[in-house]
């Protein structure tokens, strides 16, 4: 009896009562840099997520990533009394992130404090928080979740070995061992993150009829291949996104890839032929288009011209929405009835003032449109409300997803990767749960994969990528940001719905919902700095404690 007693204890300690183990998988293979910790794949090994799905009711699986070195820790068990512990990696020193890296979490955080008055945690860490499920109360369905695969991703997966892309690609896109990435955002042409800026039928000019666009550029062919392996791998067709950053110059008044400009309104009507002669050269070679959006940031092209100086075409959302009713939707309609068109793939501050003038274009131009493009760049200055909330009262029956998201892009940034930054991939997860509670349908990351120095591409443009290629040997960094992402897109599964969920304190952020298989999945981030126990109770009769490390976020799926 005592024998038992003392067992109930230990397993008290490291778990619950009942079954709880960590499943077989590979781990992560850590290395220290000054900000901290990535994790480190080659030819030969890379980390996996695998799990078995929950099967009996109260069954669970919990993962979990840290700031101190967790990367999908899994623990499977039955909800019981005893609560659920999750260990954190003790390190032997903080990592803390280089003094001369300015990032934008920083900034935001000391704004915060010093100017607003409600900034504070509700809850001291050593409090209990209560998060409350509720399915009787539902929201949107999830369309999915991915990245990009640009000419600057499609060059570097090119130039590794097979067996080190592979790994890369499985990482994103497997179901099974992956994050199960089941989206892909890619170029009509050229895009800022191409080794050279370029577009269809740049030759000859003034070519209305667009007779040299026959077939697909060899750089679209090499991605056509990307995209056949990560079909292969998905063991299904990924969502296609395209969008195109610019025609070729002759269509645009000041003939040149970027700078201030316009659509000559002689080529309306050709900018759209672009546009299904891109589909149907991608059909030509099996590759099905899910959906097309008006254009990449048209404010570039019209307002930011000074600063950005990559590849843009610029719009006026009034012209624009005649473009959209009189050219661009009755085409696509007829050609590719199936292929949804999105709106705006711009910053959220253009939400939704940008679809209302397309309207007052031409008010035909919205009933083409099947859903509204939006990129995260300055979501945390813009707030979601007004923006997001107000569109989607507007516009209840189109979809909503982001389409564009990477970090190291403000003047005050490092540009380009910063190695290990646990700071940077919080810059995700708040702005991600906060849009999928203001009904977002999913969320595009950027590039896949970077250099180390945040390209190539040729406007220098250097950013921050999940996945970092080590310049010099056949190896990649795993970003703490791919781990942020894979707590999402591997448990939030398309088809899923939002139900109501609560939390005590704020600084315990908390997403669920209800999957087609009909497990539930829920988001919990733990943003205190401190270890914090949250009861959960879940009114489907699922109610369990779970103790998580600071600087956490966890993603537990049950039967």
Same mark, same amino acid.
């Given at each position: 009896?005592?024998?038992?007693?003392?067992?109930?204890?230990?397993?008290?300690?490291?778990?619950?009562?009942?079954?709880?183990?960590?499943?077989?998988?590979?781990?992560?293979?850590?290395?220290?840099?000054?900000?901290?910790?990535?994790?480190?794949?080659?030819?030969?090994?890379?980390?996996?997520?695998?799990?078995?799905?929950?099967?009996?009711?109260?069954?669970?699986?919990?993962?979990?990533?840290?700031?101190?070195?967790?990367?999908?820790?899994?623990?499977?068990?039955?909800?019981?009394?005893?609560?659920?512990?999750?260990?954190?990696?003790?390190?032997?020193?903080?990592?803390?992130?280089?003094?001369?890296?300015?990032?934008?979490?920083?900034?935001?955080?000391?704004?915060?404090?010093?100017?607003?008055s409600n900034s504070q945690p509700t809850t001291r860490a050593s409090d209990t928080v209560t998060v409350k499920i509720d399915h009787s109360i539902k929201y949107q369905r999830i369309v999915g979740f991915g990245g990009a695969l640009?000419?600057?991703v499609a060059h570097l997966l090119n130039n590794m070995s097979p067996e080190l892309r592979d790994k890369v690609l499985e990482s994103y896109f497997s179901k099974d061992t992956g994050i199960g990435y089941s989206m892909v955002r890619?170029?009509?042409?050229?895009?800022?993150?191409?080794?050279?800026?370029?577009?269809?039928?740049?030759?000859?000019?003034?070519?209305?009829?667009?007779?040299?666009?026959?077939?697909?550029?060899?750089?679209?062919?090499?991605?056509?291949?990307?995209?056949?392996?990560?079909?292969?791998?998905?063991?299904?067709?990924?969502?296609?996104?395209?969008?195109?950053?610019?025609?070729?110059?002759?269509?645009?008044?000041?003939?040149?890839?970027?700078?201030?400009?316009?659509?000559?309104?002689?080529?309306? *009507?050709? $900018?759209?032929?672009? +546009?299904?002669?891109?589909?149907?050269?991608? /059909?030509?070679? %099996? @590759?099905?288009?899910? &959906?097309?959006?008006?254009?990449?940031?048209?404010?570039?092209?019209?307002?930011?011209?000074?600063?950005?100086?990559?590849?843009?075409?610029?719009?006026?959302?009034?012209?624009? *929405?005649? $473009?959209?009713?009189? +050219?661009?939707?009755?085409?696509?309609?007829? /050609?590719?009835? %199936? @292929?949804?068109?999105? &709106?705006?793939?711009?910053?959220?501050?253009?939400?939704?003032?940008?679809?209302?003038?397309?309207?007052?274009?031409?008010?035909?131009?919205?009933?083409?449109?099947?859903?509204?493009?939006?990129?995260?760049?300055?979501?945390?200055?813009?707030?979601?409300?007004?923006?997001?909330?107000?569109?989607?009262?507007?516009?209840?029956?189109?979809?909503?997803?982001?389409?564009?998201?990477?970090?190291?892009?403000?003047?005050?940034?490092?540009?380009?990767?910063?190695?290990?930054?646990?700071?940077?991939?919080?810059?995700?997860?708040?702005?991600?749960?906060?849009?999928?509670?203001?009904?977002?349908?999913?969320?595009?990351?950027?590039?896949?994969?970077?250099?180390?120095?945040?390209?190539?591409?040729?406007?220098?443009?250097?950013?921050?990528?999940?996945?970092?290629?080590?310049?010099?040997?056949?190896?990649?960094?795993?970003?703490?940001?791919?781990?942020?992402?894979?707590?999402?897109?591997?448990?939030?599964?398309?088809?899923?719905?939002?139900?109501?969920?609560?939390?005590?304190?704020?600084?315990?952020?908390?997403?669920?919902?209800?999957?087609?298989?009909?497990?539930?999945?829920?988001?919990?981030?733990?943003?205190?700095?401190?270890?914090?126990?949250?009861?959960?109770?879940?009114?489907?009769?699922?109610?369990?404690?779970?103790?998580?490390?600071?600087?956490?976020?966890?993603?537990?799926?049950?039967?």
């Amino acid at each position: 009896m005592n024998l038992c007693k003392h067992f109930l204890r230990l397993v008290a300690v490291f778990g619950v009562v009942g079954v709880i183990f960590t499943v077989a998988a590979s781990p992560c293979h850590l290395r220290p840099f000054k900000a901290g910790l990535v994790c480190v794949c080659n030819s030969t090994y890379c980390d996996t997520l695998e799990f078995n799905a929950p099967r009996k009711n109260g069954s669970f699986v919990l993962v979990s990533t840290s700031e101190q070195g967790l990367r999908f820790q899994k623990k499977e068990g039955i909800f019981a009394t005893e609560t659920v512990v999750v260990h954190d990696i003790k390190q032997k020193r903080r990592q803390r992130s280089s003094p001369n890296v300015i990032d934008s979490r920083s900034l935001i955080k000391w704004l915060m404090d010093r100017y607003t008055s409600n900034s504070q945690p509700t809850t001291r860490a050593s409090d209990t928080v209560t998060v409350k499920i509720d399915h009787s109360i539902k929201y949107q369905r999830i369309v999915g979740f991915g990245g990009a695969l640009t000419g600057s991703v499609a060059h570097l997966l090119n130039n590794m070995s097979p067996e080190l892309r592979d790994k890369v690609l499985e990482s994103y896109f497997s179901k099974d061992t992956g994050i199960g990435y089941s989206m892909v955002r890619t170029s009509i042409g050229g895009c800022d993150f191409d080794l050279k800026p370029w577009a269809y039928n740049e030759l000859p000019e003034h070519d209305a009829k667009l007779s040299n666009f026959t077939e697909l550029d060899a750089r679209d062919l090499l991605k056509v291949k990307i995209l056949e392996k990560i079909n292969e791998i998905a063991k299904e067709e990924v969502k296609i996104m395209a969008a195109a950053w610019s025609p070729p110059k002759w269509m645009k008044t000041n003939n040149e890839w970027t700078g201030a400009s316009a659509l000559f309104s002689e080529y309306y *009507g050709t $900018w759209a032929d672009y +546009h299904i002669k891109f589909l149907e050269l991608m /059909k030509q070679q %099996n @590759v099905s288009v899910w &959906a097309i959006s008006t254009g990449n940031e048209p404010m570039n092209g019209a307002v930011f011209w000074m600063v950005v100086k990559f590849m843009s075409l610029g719009w006026a959302p009034k012209e624009q *929405g005649i $473009w959209v009713a009189k +050219h661009l939707g009755p085409k696509l309609k007829e /050609k590719f009835p %199936n @292929v949804l068109l999105f &709106a705006g793939d711009d910053q959220r501050y253009t939400f939704p003032r940008w679809f209302n003038d397309m309207k007052e274009g031409n008010p035909d131009s919205m009933k083409y449109i099947d859903g509204l493009a939006v990129h995260w760049y300055w979501d945390m200055f813009i707030p979601p409300g007004s923006t997001i909330g107000k569109t989607k009262k507007l516009y209840p029956e189109k979809l909503i997803i982001n389409t564009e998201s990477c970090l190291g892009d403000k003047p005050w940034d490092h540009h380009g990767p910063v190695l290990g930054s646990w700071g940077r991939a919080m810059e995700y997860i708040t702005p991600i749960m906060q849009d999928l509670r203001y009904n977002v349908n999913g969320w595009t990351d950027w590039n896949l994969i970077l250099d180390e120095q945040g390209g190539p591409n040729y406007a220098k443009n250097y950013v921050e990528a999940p996945m970092v290629k080590n310049n010099t040997i056949d190896e990649i960094y795993k970003q703490p940001i791919f781990y942020v992402l894979g707590h999402f897109s591997r448990f939030i599964v398309p088809g899923s719905v939002r139900v109501q969920s609560t939390s005590s304190d704020k600084s315990l952020l908390v997403l669920a919902f209800e999957r087609p298989d009909g497990l539930t999945s829920v988001i919990l981030y733990n943003s205190h700095k401190l270890p914090v126990t949250v009861k959960l109770e879940d009114n489907k009769n699922r109610n369990q404690e779970f103790f998580l490390p600071p600087h956490s976020i966890h993603s537990l799926l049950y039967a």
